[in-house]
């Protein structure tokens, strides 16, 4: 059906990726330290496929935050999910991230497709059960700066 149609220089063709399980990097902000643990189950959406969920497990959360400058995927253009501020280092305005957040890997096991590679999209992490008193702490924890 497109035989002989051409394709602009850099167009990806296709990508190649394992089929049974894949990586997703998310995140976290310090405040859910304490309540996120390895191997809790976490359902991911994708941006670039709106509909589809994956489900996985929470791997390893980084025992350093991360650079207090946010990571190119977390800026791009798009919803934006977390507390960001725009300095300027050098002549040249940076997004930050307000919050200190860790990095967490998520082991993700596909089904029939497979989300889009270097995509951003959300991930949403089943908690224990929390009493009405650990909610609200953490609550006012998150809706009042420390300084």
Known sequence: RNHGAW??????LG???????IAAQALLEQTD???VQPGQMVTLHCDALPGKEWSGTVGQIAAQPTAELAPEWV??????RLALESR????VSR???RETSYFAKITVTANNTLPVLGSRGTARIELSPQSL?????R???RSFAWE
């Open 7 to 12: 394709l602009d220089t850099g167009t990806p």
């Open 88 to 91: 300027e280092q050098g002549g």
């Open 15 to 21: 990508t190649l990726a394992p089929d049974a399980t």
């Open 133 to 137: 008193a650990q909610r609200g702490w």
């Open 139 to 141: 609550w006012f924890a």
């Open 33 to 35: 330290l304490a309540t």
């Open 95 to 97: 997004q930050t991230l």
């Open 75 to 80: 800026t791009l253009a798009g919803k934006q």
